[in-house]
Protein backbone atom coordinates (compact mmCIF):
# COMPACT_ATOMS: atom_id res chain seq x y z
CA UNK A 1 0.00 0.00 0.00
CA UNK A 2 1.20 3.52 -0.83
CA UNK A 3 2.27 5.21 2.13
CA UNK A 4 0.23 8.26 3.02
CA UNK A 5 0.07 11.78 1.03
CA UNK A 6 2.11 13.82 3.48
CA UNK A 7 5.25 15.71 2.99
CA UNK A 8 7.94 13.69 0.67
CA UNK A 9 11.40 12.82 2.78
CA UNK A 10 14.12 12.91 0.54
CA UNK A 11 17.30 11.10 0.93
CA UNK A 12 19.89 12.04 2.48
CA UNK A 13 23.81 12.48 0.91
CA UNK A 14 24.87 8.79 1.49
CA UNK A 15 27.75 8.42 2.84
CA UNK A 16 29.73 7.23 0.32
CA UNK A 17 29.61 10.15 -1.16
CA UNK A 18 30.96 11.54 2.10
CA UNK A 19 33.55 9.14 1.82
CA UNK A 20 34.86 9.87 -2.06
CA UNK A 21 35.08 13.46 -1.25
CA UNK A 22 37.78 12.53 1.25
CA UNK A 23 39.29 10.64 -1.54
CA UNK A 24 38.89 13.49 -3.91
CA UNK A 25 40.74 16.02 -1.58
CA UNK A 26 43.42 13.39 -1.22
CA UNK A 27 43.89 12.73 -4.78
CA UNK A 28 43.88 16.79 -5.48
CA UNK A 29 46.81 16.38 -2.85
CA UNK A 30 48.42 13.80 -5.06
CA UNK A 31 48.57 16.27 -8.06
CA UNK A 32 50.13 18.77 -5.77
CA UNK A 33 52.98 16.13 -4.40
CA UNK A 34 53.16 14.82 -8.23
CA UNK A 35 52.97 17.90 -10.07
CA UNK A 36 54.22 20.64 -7.28
CA UNK A 37 55.27 22.60 -10.89
CA UNK A 38 51.97 21.81 -12.69
CA UNK A 39 51.11 19.14 -15.67
CA UNK A 40 51.23 18.93 -19.23
CA UNK A 41 49.05 19.88 -21.57
CA UNK A 42 48.61 18.36 -24.87
CA UNK A 43 46.37 18.50 -27.53
CA UNK A 44 43.73 15.17 -28.69
CA UNK A 45 45.75 15.20 -32.12
CA UNK A 46 48.58 14.10 -30.19
CA UNK A 47 47.19 11.37 -28.27
CA UNK A 48 44.59 9.86 -30.02
CA UNK A 49 43.96 8.15 -33.36
CA UNK A 50 40.87 10.21 -35.19
CA UNK A 51 38.39 8.86 -37.56
CA UNK A 52 34.98 9.28 -38.58
CA UNK A 53 31.86 6.71 -39.22
CA UNK A 54 30.08 5.64 -42.33
CA UNK A 55 26.68 6.22 -43.85
CA UNK A 56 24.28 3.58 -42.06
CA UNK A 57 21.00 3.66 -43.74
CA UNK A 58 17.72 2.39 -41.94
CA UNK A 59 17.46 -0.01 -44.83
CA UNK A 60 20.95 -1.65 -44.23
CA UNK A 61 19.95 -2.13 -40.52
CA UNK A 62 17.10 -3.99 -41.53
CA UNK A 63 18.92 -6.15 -44.33
CA UNK A 64 21.84 -6.67 -41.47
CA UNK A 65 20.13 -7.36 -38.26
CA UNK A 66 22.37 -8.47 -35.65
CA UNK A 67 23.56 -8.29 -32.69
CA UNK A 68 26.42 -5.75 -32.26
CA UNK A 69 24.95 -1.81 -31.90
CA UNK A 70 25.50 0.61 -34.31
CA UNK A 71 25.83 4.28 -32.78
CA UNK A 72 24.56 7.68 -34.46
CA UNK A 73 24.17 11.69 -33.09
CA UNK A 74 21.39 10.70 -30.76
CA UNK A 75 22.07 11.17 -27.19
CA UNK A 76 18.90 9.03 -26.05
CA UNK A 77 19.10 5.25 -25.52
CA UNK A 78 23.30 5.98 -25.14
CA UNK A 79 22.91 6.88 -28.89
CA UNK A 80 22.10 3.45 -30.26
CA UNK A 81 20.73 3.87 -34.15
CA UNK A 82 20.09 0.19 -34.13
CA UNK A 83 22.34 -3.07 -34.09
CA UNK A 84 23.53 -5.02 -37.49
CA UNK A 85 25.20 -8.50 -37.34
CA UNK A 86 29.30 -7.10 -37.83
CA UNK A 87 31.05 -4.41 -36.05
CA UNK A 88 33.98 -1.96 -37.30
CA UNK A 89 35.67 -1.60 -33.82
CA UNK A 90 36.53 -3.77 -30.68
CA UNK A 91 37.71 -2.45 -28.10
CA UNK A 92 37.73 0.94 -25.56
CA UNK A 93 36.87 3.84 -27.38
CA UNK A 94 35.40 7.72 -27.55
CA UNK A 95 32.55 8.87 -29.56
CA UNK A 96 31.92 12.36 -30.20
CA UNK A 97 28.32 13.47 -31.85
CA UNK A 98 30.15 15.80 -34.52
CA UNK A 99 26.56 17.32 -35.85
CA UNK A 100 23.62 18.83 -34.95
CA UNK A 101 21.73 20.12 -31.41
CA UNK A 102 23.74 17.24 -29.83
CA UNK A 103 27.21 18.17 -31.25
CA UNK A 104 29.71 17.89 -29.07
CA UNK A 105 28.38 15.18 -26.66
CA UNK A 106 30.84 12.48 -25.64
CA UNK A 107 30.34 8.76 -25.05
CA UNK A 108 32.86 5.73 -23.70
CA UNK A 109 32.21 2.48 -25.61
CA UNK A 110 34.00 -0.77 -24.93
CA UNK A 111 33.46 -3.52 -27.10
CA UNK A 112 32.39 -4.29 -30.59
CA UNK A 113 30.26 -1.48 -32.68
CA UNK A 114 29.82 0.37 -35.22
CA UNK A 115 29.56 4.13 -36.32
CA UNK A 116 27.39 6.01 -38.66
CA UNK A 117 28.94 9.26 -40.37
CA UNK A 118 27.76 11.96 -37.96
CA UNK A 119 29.95 10.43 -35.35
CA UNK A 120 33.59 10.79 -34.74
CA UNK A 121 35.67 7.87 -33.15
CA UNK A 122 38.89 8.73 -30.24
CA UNK A 123 41.35 5.79 -29.51
CA UNK A 124 44.12 6.64 -27.35
CA UNK A 125 47.65 6.35 -28.78
CA UNK A 126 50.41 7.07 -26.85
CA UNK A 127 50.87 5.33 -22.98
CA UNK A 128 49.76 7.49 -19.70
CA UNK A 129 46.61 7.93 -20.92
CA UNK A 130 43.57 6.72 -18.90
CA UNK A 131 40.33 6.87 -21.83
CA UNK A 132 38.04 7.00 -19.32
CA UNK A 133 39.92 10.25 -17.88
CA UNK A 134 39.74 11.29 -21.45
CA UNK A 135 35.92 10.90 -21.36
CA UNK A 136 35.80 12.89 -18.36
CA UNK A 137 37.88 15.95 -19.05
CA UNK A 138 36.18 15.90 -22.72
CA UNK A 139 32.79 16.38 -21.61
CA UNK A 140 33.31 19.36 -19.57
CA UNK A 141 34.90 21.27 -22.65
CA UNK A 142 34.17 19.96 -26.01
CA UNK A 143 30.84 21.98 -26.18
CA UNK A 144 33.29 25.01 -26.13
CA UNK A 145 34.24 23.98 -29.31
CA UNK A 146 30.75 23.47 -30.78
CA UNK A 147 30.04 26.08 -33.80
CA UNK A 148 26.70 27.28 -34.70
CA UNK A 149 27.49 28.51 -38.21
CA UNK A 150 25.20 28.30 -40.57
CA UNK A 151 22.42 27.03 -38.24
CA UNK A 152 23.76 23.81 -37.61
CA UNK A 153 26.04 23.11 -34.82
CA UNK A 154 28.90 20.88 -35.58
CA UNK A 155 32.44 19.74 -33.88
CA UNK A 156 34.39 18.46 -36.50
CA UNK A 157 37.75 16.28 -36.90
CA UNK A 158 39.75 19.18 -37.51
CA UNK A 159 38.54 20.90 -34.52
CA UNK A 160 38.50 17.77 -32.27
CA UNK A 161 42.25 17.36 -33.19
CA UNK A 162 43.44 21.04 -31.43
CA UNK A 163 41.85 20.97 -28.41
CA UNK A 164 44.28 20.85 -25.47
CA UNK A 165 43.81 18.86 -22.23
CA UNK A 166 45.55 18.39 -18.82
CA UNK A 167 47.63 14.99 -18.76
CA UNK A 168 48.50 14.38 -14.89
CA UNK A 169 50.33 11.00 -13.95
CA UNK A 170 48.15 7.91 -14.33
CA UNK A 171 48.07 7.43 -10.99
CA UNK A 172 45.77 10.43 -10.67
CA UNK A 173 44.24 9.89 -13.49
CA UNK A 174 42.96 6.58 -12.70
CA UNK A 175 42.15 7.67 -8.78
CA UNK A 176 40.14 10.59 -10.64
CA UNK A 177 38.47 8.36 -12.92
CA UNK A 178 37.20 5.90 -9.38
CA UNK A 179 36.05 8.94 -7.63
CA UNK A 180 33.47 10.43 -10.65
CA UNK A 181 32.13 6.48 -11.48
CA UNK A 182 31.15 6.77 -8.16
CA UNK A 183 29.37 10.34 -8.06
CA UNK A 184 27.92 9.61 -11.62
CA UNK A 185 26.29 6.05 -10.21
CA UNK A 186 25.23 7.66 -6.96
CA UNK A 187 23.97 10.11 -9.31
CA UNK A 188 21.80 7.40 -11.38
CA UNK A 189 20.64 5.69 -8.10
CA UNK A 190 19.15 9.00 -6.26
CA UNK A 191 17.61 10.15 -9.66
CA UNK A 192 16.23 6.69 -9.78
CA UNK A 193 14.80 6.65 -6.13
CA UNK A 194 13.16 10.11 -6.63
CA UNK A 195 11.18 9.39 -9.85
CA UNK A 196 9.70 6.01 -8.66
CA UNK A 197 8.50 8.24 -5.41
CA UNK A 198 7.56 10.70 -7.79
CA UNK A 199 5.37 8.19 -10.02
CA UNK A 200 3.90 6.38 -7.03
CA UNK A 201 2.82 9.66 -5.75
CA UNK A 202 0.82 10.41 -9.03
CA UNK A 203 -0.69 7.15 -8.69
CA UNK A 204 -1.81 7.12 -5.44
CA UNK A 205 -3.03 10.45 -6.69
CA UNK A 206 -4.96 9.42 -10.12
CA UNK A 207 -6.40 6.50 -7.59
CA UNK A 208 -8.23 8.76 -5.38
CA UNK A 209 -9.25 11.08 -8.06
CA UNK A 210 -11.01 8.58 -9.60
CA UNK A 211 -12.92 7.46 -6.97
CA UNK A 212 -14.31 11.00 -5.76
CA UNK A 213 -15.44 11.23 -9.64
CA UNK A 214 -17.29 8.01 -9.41
CA UNK A 215 -21.03 8.14 -9.30
CA UNK A 216 -24.43 6.47 -9.55
CA UNK A 217 -27.18 7.06 -11.14
CA UNK A 218 -28.72 9.21 -8.12
CA UNK A 219 -26.75 12.68 -9.70
CA UNK A 220 -27.99 14.38 -12.83
CA UNK A 221 -26.27 12.97 -16.00
CA UNK A 222 -26.00 15.38 -19.24
CA UNK A 223 -24.19 14.89 -22.78
CA UNK A 224 -21.31 16.59 -23.24
CA UNK A 225 -22.79 18.24 -26.17
CA UNK A 226 -25.84 19.65 -23.99
CA UNK A 227 -23.76 20.76 -21.35
CA UNK A 228 -20.89 22.76 -23.28
CA UNK A 229 -20.67 24.14 -26.71
CA UNK A 230 -18.01 22.09 -29.14
CA UNK A 231 -15.87 23.64 -31.33
CA UNK A 232 -13.25 22.69 -33.22
CA UNK A 233 -9.69 25.09 -32.78
CA UNK A 234 -7.91 26.24 -36.33
CA UNK A 235 -4.54 27.67 -37.18
CA UNK A 236 -4.79 31.08 -39.05
CA UNK A 237 -2.96 31.46 -42.50
CA UNK A 238 0.98 31.67 -41.49
CA UNK A 239 0.98 33.07 -44.99
CA UNK A 240 -0.47 35.82 -43.59
CA UNK A 241 2.06 38.55 -41.78
CA UNK A 242 -1.17 40.21 -40.39
CA UNK A 243 -2.18 37.51 -38.46
CA UNK A 244 0.95 37.07 -36.64
CA UNK A 245 2.78 40.21 -36.47
CA UNK A 246 2.68 42.32 -33.20
CA UNK A 247 0.40 39.53 -31.59
CA UNK A 248 -1.10 39.25 -27.87
CA UNK A 249 -3.90 37.07 -28.16
CA UNK A 250 -3.47 33.74 -27.11
CA UNK A 251 -3.02 30.80 -29.31
CA UNK A 252 -2.24 27.24 -27.79
CA UNK A 253 -0.89 24.25 -28.67
CA UNK A 254 0.38 21.09 -27.30
CA UNK A 255 3.45 22.23 -26.71
CA UNK A 256 2.12 24.66 -24.00
CA UNK A 257 0.65 21.92 -22.20
CA UNK A 258 3.94 20.28 -22.26
CA UNK A 259 5.67 22.99 -21.23
CA UNK A 260 3.43 24.93 -18.99
CA UNK A 261 1.28 21.90 -17.42
CA UNK A 262 -2.75 21.28 -17.57
CA UNK A 263 -4.21 25.09 -16.69
CA UNK A 264 -2.87 27.61 -19.06
CA UNK A 265 -3.28 31.22 -18.48
CA UNK A 266 -0.96 32.33 -21.54
CA UNK A 267 0.58 30.40 -24.63
CA UNK A 268 4.08 30.52 -26.54
CA UNK A 269 2.73 31.58 -29.43
CA UNK A 270 0.07 34.20 -30.11
CA UNK A 271 -2.01 35.77 -33.01
CA UNK A 272 -3.72 38.91 -33.66
CA UNK A 273 -6.84 40.05 -33.74
CA UNK A 274 -7.83 40.00 -37.76
CA UNK A 275 -6.89 36.34 -37.32
CA UNK A 276 -10.03 35.55 -35.64
CA UNK A 277 -12.82 33.62 -37.58
CA UNK A 278 -15.73 35.10 -35.34
CA UNK A 279 -14.83 35.69 -31.73
CA UNK A 280 -12.09 33.91 -29.30
CA UNK A 281 -13.72 31.61 -26.97
CA UNK A 282 -14.16 32.91 -23.67
CA UNK A 283 -11.99 31.95 -20.41
CA UNK A 284 -12.83 28.97 -18.64
CA UNK A 285 -12.88 27.04 -21.63
CA UNK A 286 -11.53 23.32 -21.75
CA UNK A 287 -9.56 22.20 -24.50
CA UNK A 288 -9.07 18.96 -25.46
CA UNK A 289 -7.27 16.95 -28.12
CA UNK A 290 -9.20 14.91 -30.25
CA UNK A 291 -7.15 14.06 -32.98
CA UNK A 292 -3.27 13.09 -32.75
CA UNK A 293 -1.96 13.28 -29.40
CA UNK A 294 -5.58 12.09 -28.25
CA UNK A 295 -6.87 12.45 -24.50
CA UNK A 296 -5.02 16.18 -23.41
CA UNK A 297 -6.89 18.44 -22.01
CA UNK A 298 -6.22 21.72 -20.15
CA UNK A 299 -8.14 24.47 -18.48
CA UNK A 300 -8.01 27.52 -20.25
CA UNK A 301 -7.95 30.76 -17.68
CA UNK A 302 -7.95 33.13 -20.76
CA UNK A 303 -10.04 34.45 -23.40
CA UNK A 304 -7.99 32.64 -26.80
CA UNK A 305 -8.00 30.26 -29.52
CA UNK A 306 -6.07 27.02 -29.98
CA UNK A 307 -5.10 24.94 -33.42
CA UNK A 308 -7.48 22.19 -35.17
CA UNK A 309 -6.02 19.64 -33.24
CA UNK A 310 -8.32 20.34 -30.07
CA UNK A 311 -11.78 20.61 -29.57
CA UNK A 312 -12.83 23.01 -27.48
CA UNK A 313 -15.85 22.44 -24.66
CA UNK A 314 -17.24 26.13 -23.44
CA UNK A 315 -20.37 25.91 -20.60
CA UNK A 316 -23.85 26.01 -22.01
CA UNK A 317 -25.95 29.55 -20.48
CA UNK A 318 -29.21 27.25 -20.13
CA UNK A 319 -30.93 27.78 -16.95
CA UNK A 320 -32.37 24.18 -17.65
CA UNK A 321 -29.26 22.69 -17.50
CA UNK A 322 -27.76 22.12 -13.87
CA UNK A 323 -24.83 24.38 -12.72
CA UNK A 324 -21.25 23.16 -13.25
CA UNK A 325 -18.22 24.49 -11.79
CA UNK A 326 -15.65 24.27 -14.62
CA UNK A 327 -12.27 23.19 -12.10
CA UNK A 328 -14.82 20.14 -11.58
CA UNK A 329 -15.29 19.58 -15.27
CA UNK A 330 -11.50 19.89 -15.49
CA UNK A 331 -10.56 17.00 -12.99
CA UNK A 332 -13.85 14.69 -14.75
CA UNK A 333 -12.12 15.59 -17.84
CA UNK A 334 -9.53 13.45 -17.04
CA UNK A 335 -11.74 10.43 -16.84
CA UNK A 336 -13.02 11.64 -20.98
CA UNK A 337 -9.29 11.38 -21.65
CA UNK A 338 -8.89 8.08 -20.91
CA UNK A 339 -12.31 7.47 -22.69
CA UNK A 340 -11.41 9.27 -25.95
CA UNK A 341 -7.92 6.99 -26.19
CA UNK A 342 -10.56 3.69 -26.51
CA UNK A 343 -12.82 5.41 -29.18
CA UNK A 344 -10.78 6.69 -31.64
CA UNK A 345 -10.97 6.21 -35.43
CA UNK A 346 -8.37 5.02 -37.56
CA UNK A 347 -7.81 6.17 -41.02
CA UNK A 348 -4.69 8.14 -42.41
CA UNK A 349 -4.90 10.05 -38.77
CA UNK A 350 -6.46 8.76 -35.71
CA UNK A 351 -9.07 11.27 -33.95
CA UNK A 352 -11.59 11.28 -31.77
CA UNK A 353 -15.24 9.29 -32.68
CA UNK A 354 -16.90 13.07 -32.23
CA UNK A 355 -20.54 11.69 -32.32
CA UNK A 356 -19.49 9.29 -29.50
CA UNK A 357 -18.11 11.85 -27.67
CA UNK A 358 -21.10 14.61 -28.03
CA UNK A 359 -23.19 11.88 -26.10
CA UNK A 360 -21.22 10.95 -23.42
CA UNK A 361 -23.04 11.54 -20.33
CA UNK A 362 -21.06 13.43 -17.76
CA UNK A 363 -22.46 13.39 -14.03
CA UNK A 364 -23.04 16.57 -12.72
CA UNK A 365 -23.52 16.43 -8.70
CA UNK A 366 -25.40 19.50 -6.88
CA UNK A 367 -22.88 22.30 -7.05
CA UNK A 368 -22.02 22.29 -3.46
CA UNK A 369 -20.51 18.81 -4.14
CA UNK A 370 -18.95 19.79 -7.00
CA UNK A 371 -16.67 22.33 -5.00
CA UNK A 372 -15.87 19.83 -2.09
CA UNK A 373 -14.76 17.53 -4.38
CA UNK A 374 -12.72 20.48 -6.06
CA UNK A 375 -11.38 21.50 -3.03
CA UNK A 376 -10.10 17.99 -1.84
CA UNK A 377 -8.49 17.34 -5.66
CA UNK A 378 -6.93 20.81 -5.48
CA UNK A 379 -5.02 19.87 -2.60
CA UNK A 380 -4.10 17.03 -4.08
CA UNK A 381 -3.05 18.19 -7.10
CA UNK A 382 -1.01 20.98 -5.04
CA UNK A 383 0.77 18.02 -3.16
CA UNK A 384 1.91 16.44 -6.18
CA UNK A 385 2.90 19.55 -7.83
CA UNK A 386 4.79 20.64 -4.88
CA UNK A 387 6.41 16.76 -4.94
CA UNK A 388 7.58 17.21 -8.64
CA UNK A 389 9.03 20.90 -7.75
CA UNK A 390 10.88 19.77 -4.83
CA UNK A 391 12.37 16.67 -6.79
CA UNK A 392 13.66 18.05 -10.03
CA UNK A 393 14.97 20.87 -7.32
CA UNK A 394 16.77 17.98 -5.39
CA UNK A 395 17.96 16.45 -8.71
CA UNK A 396 19.49 19.83 -9.69
CA UNK A 397 20.97 20.08 -6.40
CA UNK A 398 22.82 17.12 -6.41
CA UNK A 399 23.80 17.85 -10.45
CA UNK A 400 25.92 20.80 -9.23
CA UNK A 401 27.45 19.02 -6.66
CA UNK A 402 28.64 16.54 -9.26
CA UNK A 403 29.59 19.56 -11.39
CA UNK A 404 31.47 21.49 -8.96
CA UNK A 405 33.56 18.34 -7.67
CA UNK A 406 33.99 17.06 -11.49
CA UNK A 407 35.12 20.55 -12.19
CA UNK A 408 37.59 20.94 -9.28
CA UNK A 409 38.90 17.66 -10.07
CA UNK A 410 39.78 18.45 -13.54
CA UNK A 411 41.07 21.57 -12.81
CA UNK A 412 45.02 21.76 -13.53
CA UNK A 413 47.97 24.29 -13.41
CA UNK A 414 49.77 24.19 -16.44
CA UNK A 415 53.57 23.96 -16.73
CA UNK A 416 55.56 26.93 -16.86
CA UNK A 417 56.75 25.94 -20.08
CA UNK A 418 53.03 25.63 -21.26
CA UNK A 419 52.70 29.82 -20.29
CA UNK A 420 55.39 30.39 -22.15
CA UNK A 421 53.97 28.32 -25.28
CA UNK A 422 50.47 30.76 -24.90
Known sequence: MNKPMNKIDLPAAPTAQVRKLTRLHAA????????????????????????????????YLRDNAGEYPVYSSQTVDDGVFGSINTCDYD?????????????????????????????????????????????????????????AGMGNPKIMSNVMEKIK?????????????????????????????????????????????????????????????????????????????????????????????????????????HITPQAIKGKLFPAGSIIMATTATIGVHALLIADSLANQRFTFFTKNVNRSLPEIDMKYAFYYFFIIDEWCTQNTQVSSFPSVDIGKLKNYEMPVPPIEEQRRIVKILDKFDALVNDISV?????????????????????TFKPLEKEYAKQ
Not at 390 to 410: H, I, M, S, V, W
Open 390 to 410: GLPAELNARRKQYEYYRDKLL
Open 91 to 147: GEYLTWTTDGANAGSIFYRNGKFSITNVCGLLKVKVDGVNTKFLLYILATVSKKYVS
Open 28 to 59: RGQVAELCPEGVEFKSIGEICQINRGRVVSKD
Open 165 to 269: IPIPPLAVQQEIVKILDTFATLEAELETELETELEARRKQYEYYRDELLMFDNRVCFVKLSEMFTMRNGYTPSKANKDFWTNSTLPWFRMDDIRQNGRILTDSLQ
